[in-house]
């Protein structure tokens, strides 16, 4: 079995691209949630929340290289691009010699094509519909379109699996290393923000409607939240094998140390405590942990009512004690594809500050919630060299994450 190190990472987010503007914001507690005016004249839909990202297209960028790409395909490449040039594998022949792999993923690719297609199938016309529109809206479209940017020819793994995209997508990678079959990867996930996917969640009564008042939510955990907020945005880490980092002397982050999935095989939207519980449980025995080994725990969150009873009962269930616990949603709102992958690498900056951040909006816990440590108001000062990022999606699809400070 091979040790999986974390040479490089990046991420795009509503609350800044750097760790220090993030770290900042989230220690002035900012909220990124905003008003969508383009959204009021949507005849039915409840919330008008979302938070969005402040993206422009790198200059370098060139027309030809990314003409297959919408938003969500060029958030993951420039968050790709400075994870790769951290880890100093940017011009390494390792990137384009198969020794590199990809496992990335978004819940849906960009939508604008959507509509195209429609016209076509309902109108029965053509116009809009050209030679790259299917390729920027595919599920796969971060992976595939990473590979060609990058000139990778390691295998590609494309996670399409709603709101743990992102973790498996890490996960994934993890596993494709730890067993041999890749040098490197790169892995995370990416989301647009659209309409739509405030849509599927409106009408499962699942969204925040408090719109008149957007810094008051999501509130996870909160017994006066109403539900999530729609965010968008990019994580990506650079896996890779600790003997292939050390040859080349690079620059270690951290550890990979575990990784646990399944699913509910229940209910496509209603999630289940105990094998929610079970995957954090799989990913302490990858880890060869104790649930007591683990300093922090980075929420899924979303501020739904289901989901934050079940996945506090989980968590409580493994830990048996009240560990601390804090979901960087409040923030962020829910970026669906990619908030494994941008929560993983919070956790892991989070860890090397010794400072983890509070769930903001949290001031009332649902005393249907199991007890917990949720940190709040000015968030906590903890030393710890483990870390464990938890998610969960449609499906039932359970992951959770393990990462370790990195000592020479």
């Known amino acids: 079995m091979k040790r999986v190190v974390i040479t490089g990472m990046a991420s795009i987010t509503a609350l800044g691209n ?189 969204t925040s409607t408090k719109n008149s008042a957007p810094e008051s939510t999501p509130r996870p955990f909160d017994a006066d939240r109403d539900g999530l907020v729609i965010g968008e945005g990019a994580g990506t880490l650079i896996l890779e094998d600790l003997e292939h980092a050390l040859a080349r002397g690079a620059n270690i982050i951290a550890e990979v140390i575990g990784f646990g999935t399944n699913s509910d095989g229940q209910h496509v939207t209603q999630p289940t405590a105990e094998t929610m519980a079970a995957a954090i449980q799989i990913a302490l025995a990858d880890a060869q942990l104790a649930a007591d080994d683990i300093g922090y725990v980075c929420a899924h969150g979303t501020a739904t009512e289901v989901g934050d009873i079940a996945e506090s009962q989980a968590t409580f269930t493994t830990f048996k004690r009240a560990v601390p616990i804090s979901s960087l949603k409040s923030y962020l709102g829910h970026t669906l594809g990619a908030c494994g992958a941008i929560e993983a690498w919070a956790s892991i900056n989070m860890m090397y500050s010794g400072w983890f951040a509070p769930t903001i909006n949290l001031t009332d816990i649902d005393n249907r919630c199991a007890p917990l440590d949720y940190i709040r108001s000015g968030g906590r000062e903890i030393h710890t060299d483990v870390v464990m990022s938890n998610n969960f999606a449609f499906g039932g699809i359970n992951t959770s994450l393990i990462f370790k400070r990195w000592h020479d």
């Open 18 to 206: 750097d760790w220090k503007t993030f770290e900042s914001s989230l220690k002035l507690e900012q909220n990124a949630t905003r008003y969508i005016s383009d959204w009021e004249d949507i005849e039915g839909l409840s919330t008008r929340l979302a938070a969005p990202v402040e993206f422009t297209k790198p200059a370098h960028f060139s027309r030809k290289k990314i003409r297959s790409m919408g938003k969500v395909s060029l958030m993951a490449t420039a968050a790709t691009e400075k994870a790769l040039e951290e880890s100093g594998l940017r011009d390494h022949s390792s990137l384009t010699n198969g020794e590199t792999g990809i496992s990335y993923g978004s819940s849906i690719g960009s939508t604008a094509p959507i509509v195209a297609f429609g016209e076509l199938m309902k109108n029965k016309t053509m116009n809009g519909v050209s030679a790259t529109s299917y390729i920027q809206m595919m599920a796969h479209t971060t992976a595939v379109n990473l590979g060609v940017y990058f000139a990778t020819k390691g295998r590609i793994i494309t996670t399409s699996s709603a709101c743990t995209s992102g973790s498996q997508g890490i996960g994934y990678a993890y596993e494709a290393i730890k067993f041999g079959k890749q040098k490197v990867m790169i892995a995370g996930g990416a989301e647009e923000l659209c309409i739509s996917e405030a849509a599927v969640f409106d009408t499962l009564y699942a």
